[in-house]
């Protein structure tokens, strides 16, 4: 798959209800969208700050309809797409109040209309509708927060899963943001975590990792 496609920078992958994966290539400041088979469909964006143009993009999610969403992450904003990577409308400026960002590296759409993103520089969760109005955020006080969230991710039942990167362990939330399970811990014996960052739930409920610092 890739050779010579992708020039680097691989981030956070994701699929659609075709099966046709979702790359976020942050090192050239594209999607690339491929069949299940490998076969490249589409490129999607170049550098700058207009709409389907991107700084660093790290996250990408599609929802059941078939609109993409991207953590634009050096643009600290999410934008848009339609199914044909036009640019549809884009949300988010550089800051810490609901609605602005610092360097989104995640984000995960649900059926319901939700778009869940990791918030990176702000350290913590940022629930917004699919057209842009960001409502609620989830610091997780009574873990004493989260630090550097990196991979997000919803499973079937509408609960979030968050890479609580600078910790080393997973966070389990409720689709407004209670806490309903924490595992790992800093390590590399199985079952122990060292900066993760992507992950993914799958229709069975298992989760997978990328335990970035264990490799």
């Given at each position: 798959?890739?050779?010579?496609?992708?020039?680097?920078g691989p981030?956070?992958?994701t699929t659609?209800?075709?099966?046709?994966?979702?790359?976020?290539?942050?090192?050239?400041?594209?999607?690339?969208?491929?069949?299940?088979?490998?076969?490249?469909l589409?490129?999607?964006g170049?550098?700058g700050?207009g709409?389907?143009?991107f700084?660093?993009?790290?996250?990408v999610s599609?929802?059941?309809?078939?609109?993409?969403f991207?953590?634009?992450?050096?643009?600290h904003?999410?934008?848009?797409?339609y199914?044909s990577g036009?640019?549809?409308t884009?949300?988010?400026?550089?800051?810490?109040g609901?609605?602005?960002?610092?360097?989104p590296?995640?984000?995960?759409a649900?059926?319901g209309?939700?778009?869940?993103?990791?918030?990176?520089?702000?350290?913590?969760?940022?629930?917004?509708?699919?057209w842009?109005?960001?409502?609620?955020?989830?610091?997780?006080?009574?873990?004493s927060g989260?630090?550097?969230?990196?991979?997000?991710?919803?499973?079937?039942?509408?609960?979030v899963?968050v890479?609580?990167?600078?910790?080393?362990?997973?966070?389990?939330?409720?689709?407004?943001?209670?806490v309903?399970?924490?595992w790992s811990?800093?390590?590399?014996?199985?079952?122990f975590?060292?900066?993760?960052?992507?992950?993914a739930?799958d229709a069975?409920?298992?989760?997978?990792?990328?335990?970035?610092?264990n490799?």
């Open positions: 798959w890739s050779t010579p496609i992708t020039a680097g981030s956070q992958m659609d209800a075709a099966g046709n994966l979702f790359v976020a290539e942050a090192g050239s400041n594209r999607i690339l969208k491929f069949t299940p088979g490998g076969t490249l589409n490129a999607i170049t550098f700050t709409q389907a143009q700084n660093t993009p790290k996250g599609v929802e059941p309809g078939g609109a993409i991207v953590a634009d992450t050096g643009n904003r999410i934008q848009r797409l199914p036009a640019g549809q884009e949300w988010g400026t550089f800051g810490s609901l609605g602005r960002f610092k360097s590296a995640a984000l995960a649900d059926a209309g939700n778009v869940y993103v990791a918030d990176t520089g702000n350290d913590r969760v940022v629930k917004c509708n699919a842009g109005w960001c409502g609620s955020q989830f610091a997780f006080a009574i873990l989260i630090e550097s969230p990196q991979g997000i991710a919803v499973d079937d039942d509408g609960d899963y890479s609580d990167t600078g910790n080393s362990r997973i966070v389990k939330s409720s689709p407004t943001g209670t309903l399970a924490v811990a800093p390590g590399a014996a199985d079952g975590l060292n900066g993760p960052t992507g992950l739930v069975a409920g298992a989760v997978y990792v990328a335990d970035t610092g490799n």
